[in-house]
């Protein structure tokens, strides 16, 4: 059962237990991206931050037959040059927001994924999709490229000569082209498997003590952007952090007691 439900004109903010759910909830414009959306997501992200003593895990999904198609091209057409950099900043910003959660992400892509939709699975953690989701960033057969992390996040995560590939052909990929590459984590037969895949791994992440998840990922995301001795110091800052905690001693009292430890993100 929900605990809480905020519901907005185009963004949904679920919670269950220690899982957020956030939904782009434009189903009739294939969630695409306008400036109120992203503005609102901005908004939820900033919240979550705030409350990650409650919140966990994060997982972004789409409602109806779409993740996100991208950017909202018709709202695109009325904007004069200006609005469009006002608006190709707001979608950088908050993905960026996205990326730099404390909190584990998960992007549960239910269908299309194009554009900033893509580049919105980018700055996920972790990635799953359903067979039949079609993906890829096709900027460059619009006559724009990349805006909102792509031409970074996805050489990073595949290579640059894969990446260079993917964004200068437009090429749209399935689920199973993608986990070949390397963007997914795994892929469910439908909707509903997809759901309770995301949730099951959200609440795998969840049972652990946060703070040292929190500090996991910060390590991983950090270390990766310098060389090996660097990223070996920014673990150990990394570990330092979790050695006063109180879930790292409750972890050694269960482990003697042989019980299973009760984390309280402290």
Not at 253 to 259: G, I, L, P, V
Request: net charge negative; hydrophobic share 45%.
């Amino acid at each position: 059962m929900l605990q809480e439900q905020e519901t907005v004109q185009s963004v949904k903010l679920d919670r269950h237990d220690h899982v957020a759910v956030i939904t782009l909830n434009r189903p009739a414009d294939l969630n695409a991206l306008n400036y109120e959306t992203l503005v609102r997501l901005g908004e939820i992200v900033a919240e979550i931050r705030e409350d990650r003593h409650q919140i966990r895990v994060v997982i972004v999904t789409g409602a109806g037959r779409a993740f996100s198609a991208g950017a909202d091209l018709k709202e695109r057409r009325t904007l004069n040059e200006q609005q469009v950099r006002r608006n190709v900043r707001a979608i950088q910003d908050v993905f960026t927001a996205m990326e730099e959660l404390p909190q584990p992400t998960i992007a549960a892509v239910n269908g299309y994924a194009f554009g900033g939709g893509f580049e919105l699975m980018l700055a996920c953690d972790l990635r799953l999709a359903v067979r039949d989701a079609r993906m890829g960033l096709t900027e460059v057969s619009l006559g724009i490229i990349p805006g909102a992390g792509g031409t970074q996040r996805l050489p990073r995560l595949i290579g640059p000569a894969r990446a260079k590939e993917l964004i200068l052909t437009a090429r749209k990929m399935n689920a199973q082209d993608a986990l070949q590459y390397g963007l997914l984590n795994g892929i469910a037969d439908d909707a509903e498997q997809l759901h309770t895949m995301t949730l099951d791994l959200a609440n795998e992440i969840a049972s652990n003590a946060p703070l040292a998840v929190y500090q996991a990922k910060y390590a991983i995301n950090w270390g990766s952007h310098v060389g090996l001795y660097s990223g070996l110091e920014v673990e150990a800052q990394a570990y330092e952090m979790i050695i006063p905690t109180k879930d790292r001693a409750e972890a050694l009292e269960a482990f003697a007691d042989k019980r299973k430890p009760v984390f309280r993100g402290v």
